[in-house]
């Protein structure tokens, strides 16, 4: 301390008689503090934005490869004949559920009664429409099911059909 010319406080030293500190001094030490926080978070925002980026990329890659497996999907001609065959299973199976639901739905209001025979013919409709065709194929081939339903969800569809 006594280095730098500062007198020692005490506690019993009447702080009114001590000189203050050196402006200029004051100063550039406010200075080198600014500096190298502002340098600081200059590197952690670069730091921030190049992870962004790496991500932004790796989730482009993602995509375009989702597509190429999209496209090899489409390009196999046995998996139509096999859906079509698969999906009027599935009828069969929504119309003995639908006969379940109205034999069940006998006792409670009216108003559940249509929205389950609502629900089960929007699903026996979406098996017949051919937009949902495609990612009927695409989880019978063995795709991830929230991976169809995140694609259903960029196109626009409505995925509580998958459930």
């Known amino acids: 301390m006594s280095d730098y010319k500062m007198p020692?406080?005490?506690p019993t030293i009447d702080y009114t008689k001590?000189?203050?500190?050196?402006?200029?001094r004051t100063v550039s030490f406010i200075n080198?503090?600014?500096t190298h926080t502002v340098t600081f978070l200059n590197k952690f925002a670069l730091c921030c934005e190049e992870?962004?980026?790496?991500?932004?990329?790796?989730?482009?890659?993602?995509?375009?490869?989702?597509?190429?497996?999209?496209?090899r999907l489409?390009?196999?001609?046995?998996?139509?004949?096999?859906?079509?065959?698969e999906s009027n299973n599935v009828n069969k199976n929504d119309t003995s559920k639908?006969?379940?639901?109205?034999?069940?739905?006998?006792d409670e209001p009216d108003n559940s009664e249509v929205d389950s025979k609502d629900e089960e013919t929007k699903v026996q409709s979406a098996a017949k429409d051919p937009r949902y065709e495609?990612?009927?194929?695409?989880?019978?081939?063995?795709?991830?099911?929230?991976a169809v339903k995140l694609k259903m969800?960029?196109?626009?569809?409505d995925t509580s059909v998958l459930e």
């Open 18 to 24: 001590v000189p203050p500190i050196n402006q200029k």
């Open 8 to 10: 020692i406080i005490e």
């Open 134 to 146: 495609k990612y009927l194929k695409m989880l019978h081939v063995g795709v991830p099911k929230q």
């Open 51 to 71: 992870r962004l980026f790496e991500f932004e990329n790796k989730l482009q890659k993602l995509e375009a490869s989702l597509e190429i497996l999209e496209s």
């Open 74 to 85: 489409s390009s196999i001609p046995g998996l139509e004949q096999e859906h079509c065959k």
């Open 32 to 34: 080198h503090f600014i």
């Open 153 to 157: 969800e960029q196109e626009g569809l």
């Open 98 to 106: 639908l006969e379940e639901v109205e034999v069940r739905n006998v």
